[in-house]
Every structure is written in structure tokens, then in C-alpha cells.
């Protein structure tokens, strides 16, 4: 069974640009999350899907920061336009439903904002 | 508001040492709690999944166990390896998804 898919592995870009990172979560499974990860910090959730609606954005920066899930499969994740603090690793994951189930992430994307 | 804390922050150990690693977490309403690997630039691994109905959970070398009502979990490491060392991170989820510690790195000296 493959596992969940991100792309690019790395990014380096300029404050004020903007990035877009995908995710491709394993076969089958609903619920898709979107984590940040901050240098010597835990992964914070940014956003959750439930096939292709929105089930919890409380923490998502939305004035610069957004999501979608097309389709219910395949999400994208974009940030316009990027700051110096965005420097972190944007990690997916995916479930079977949702929360009471295991969660399987991908390997992350790795953004360095200059 | 779900907060997650993991101790030590940091750990060395000499290779062949049983060790624990300890996570409390404040709000008992959880579905389950997850124990991850990360290694430097990896995503993370799972390594072990508890349910709320369980006591413990056990992969190989690796034991974990949990008091709900406490707050509290640990991650056993028997015969520790240079190979285990990594950064080590507790979640517990429930209707808000998976929250994180810290973590506790860990590093086995051969």
C-alpha cells in the first residue's frame, strides 16, 4: 500500500512570494490534514478535511494561508504572500475516517523563507 | 484546550539501557493516543497507537501504556539500540485531531 505522497521535498523562496505544496494521502482514506512544524516544536495542525469539506481551520492563518481538498483526494496547500516566521515543515497526513483512527503522515515539505 | 507535555526534553543513553519516556496531557476526552519516530529532516513514523479502552500497546522493543483518567502515557525502550535515536513525540487525539508534545530526543551512545 503506498503511503501519502507530498511534493516538493524542498522549497526555498523569498518573503513575499508566494508556494503551493501538494499532498496525495493513502487510497481510501477520507480525512486529510494539513500540521506545521517549527523547528524544535511539535506539528501544529493548520487544517482538516472530511473528504472534501472543512472540518476544523481554527488555526489556519487565513490572510495569508489556504487549502483545498478537489474532489475529496488530492490537496493542495498555499501561502500568499510568505513571511520570515512560514520557515517550517508543512506536513500531511490521512486517516481512514476521522479522528479515532491512526493518522499516516507523509515526509514533508521543507520551506525556508529568506 | 488540549496541552501536551513530554519529559525529558532530552535523553543519552549508553547503547543496551532500558529507558522511558514520559507524555501527560490535560484533557482526558481522547480517542486514542499515538507515539511517533521522527529522524533530523524525516516525517514521522508511527510507531504505536493506544485506544482510549486500552491499558498498553506493544511493538517489539517497544512498549506503551496509558492512564486516561491521569492524563499520563510512556514509551518503553527495552535493549536500546544507536539505532533508536530520534526524536520522539506523544499525540493524543479526540475531537480536536492529533495534538503534540515536544518531543524527547533521544540518543544511544554505542
Known amino acids: 500500500e503506498a503511503g501519502v505522497a507530498q511534493s516538493p521535498r524542498y522549497k526555498i523562496i523569498e518573503k513575499r512570494q508566494s508556494v503551493a505544496f501538494w499532498c496525495n494521502p493513502i487510497?481510501?482514506?477520507?480525512?486529510l490534514y494539513w500540521y506545521q512544524q517549527i523547528l524544535g516544536q511539535g506539528p501544529k495542525l493548520l487544517i482538516q478535511f472530511q473528504n472534501n469539506g472543512v472540518v476544523d481551520d481554527s488555526q489556519l492563518p487565513k490572510d495569508r494561508f489556504s487549502a483545498e481538498r478537489l474532489k475529496g483526494v488530492d490537496s493542495t496547500l498555499k501561502i500568499q504572500p510568505a513571511k520570515l516566521e512560514d520557515s517550517a515543515v508543512y506536513l500531511c497526513a490521512s486517516s481512514l475516517t476521522d479522528n479515532a483512527y491512526e493518522q499516516y503522515f507523509g515526509p514533508g515539505t521543507r520551506l525556508t523563507v529568506t | 484546550k488540549q496541552e501536551v507535555t513530554q519529559i525529558p526534553a532530552a535523553l543519552s543513553v549508553p547503547e543496551g539501557e532500558n529507558l522511558v519516556l514520559n507524555c501527560s496531557f490535560t484533557d482526558s476526552a481522547i480517542y486514542n493516543l499515538q507515539w511517533f519516530r521522527q529522524d533530523p529532516g524525516k516525517g514521522l513514523t508511527s510507531l504505536l497507537l493506544?485506544?482510549?479502552?486500552?491499558r498498553e500497546q506493544t511493538s517489539g522493543r517497544l512498549n506503551a501504556s496509558l492512564d486516561k483518567s491521569s492524563g499520563r502515557s510512556t514509551l518503553y525502550i527495552a535493549a536500546s539500540q544507536p539505532g533508536d535515536s530520534a526524536t520522539y513525540l506523544c499525540?493524543?487525539?479526540?475531537?480536536?485531531?492529533?495534538?503534540f508534545g515536544k518531543g524527547t530526543r533521544l540518543s544511544v551512545i554505542a
Open positions: 499525540a493524543p487525539s479526540g475531537n480536536t485531531p492529533l495534538v
Open positions: 493506544i485506544q482510549s479502552s486500552q
Open positions: 487510497s481510501g482514506h477520507a480525512t
